[in-house]
């Protein structure tokens, strides 16, 4: 059974830092990778998606890449800001699955 | 907010009640989800409709009724649930059902069993 983790598990820093979230699937072959972030009480906000044939992709501060022969992914924030605060989950299918599976999140602050 | 829209955002309801939480997307997507997030936890797929049929459900209880009435529509029946059902109840919809499209959530239905 597919296990995802993400680390750290919360993050808490100064306005301006740049930051790395990670993610580790036990099971290396992944299909489809996303990032999400999810404010308290909300839903979730599909950030980045990195399909079968991509590696990485970026959108403005965000950049996500996927390494297939570690099964790890890495989420980095370009000089975060207060309004990046939120907890960030990464999700992924793999074994022929469509059914996806998330990591516990990494809950961050940013300080002003 | 995103095209996805959810109602009620809360629902308190008793053992013995039967209710419906509905959610609704008008951005032509073909694929519609039904997630159950409890506190402190990741989502957990629980159904999902591809082009208004049910193509996976993840074991549900059957006290768990998902309907899709069109491509814009989906509706999750309960009845008769358990404290332990109260959580989060996300909606989300994409373009395709095989998760490799981008999935937009609805804000969520926090339910309550009493």
């Known amino acids: 059974k597919q296990e995802v983790t993400q680390i750290p598990a919360a993050l808490s820093v100064p306005e301006g830092e740049n930051l790395v979230l990670n993610c580790s699937f036990t099971?290396?072959?992944?299909?489809?990778l996303q990032w999400f972030r999810q404010d308290p009480g909300k839903g979730l906000t599909s950030l980045l998606l990195?399909?079968?044939?991509?590696r990485e992709q970026t959108s403005g501060r965000l950049n996500a890449s996927l390494d297939k022969s570690s099964g790890r992914s890495t989420l980095y924030i370009a000089a975060s800001q207060p309004g990046d605060s939120a907890t960030y989950l990464c999700?992924?299918?793999?074994?022929?699955?469509?059914?996806?599976?998330f990591g516990r999140g990494t809950s961050l602050i940013v300080h002003p | 907010e995103t095209g996805v829209t959810q109602t009620p955002r809360h629902l308190v309801m008793g053992m013995t009640n039967k209710k419906s939480l509905k959610c609704e997307q008008h951005?032509?997507?073909?694929?519609m989800y039904w997630y159950k997030q409890k506190a402190k936890k990741p989502p957990e797929l629980m159904f999902v409709?591809?082009?208004?049929?049910?193509?996976i459900n993840e074991s549900v209880p059957s006290r768990f009724s998902p309907e899709c009435p069109n491509s814009s529509l989906l509706n999750l029946h309960l009845h008769a649930l358990q404290p332990e059902d109260s959580a989060l109840y996300l909606c989300?919809?994409?373009?395709?059902?095989?998760?490799?499209?981008?999935?937009?959530f609805g804000p969520g239905t926090r339910l309550t069993v009493t």
């Open positions: 989300a919809s994409s373009q395709g059902d095989r998760f490799s499209y981008e999935q937009y």
């Open positions: 099971d290396s072959a992944i299909y489809n």
């Open positions: 990195i399909q079968s044939s991509q």
């Open positions: 999700a992924g299918t793999s074994g022929g699955s469509y059914i996806p599976t």
């Open positions: 951005m032509g997507h073909r694929a």
């Open positions: 409709y591809s082009y208004e049929k049910l193509s």
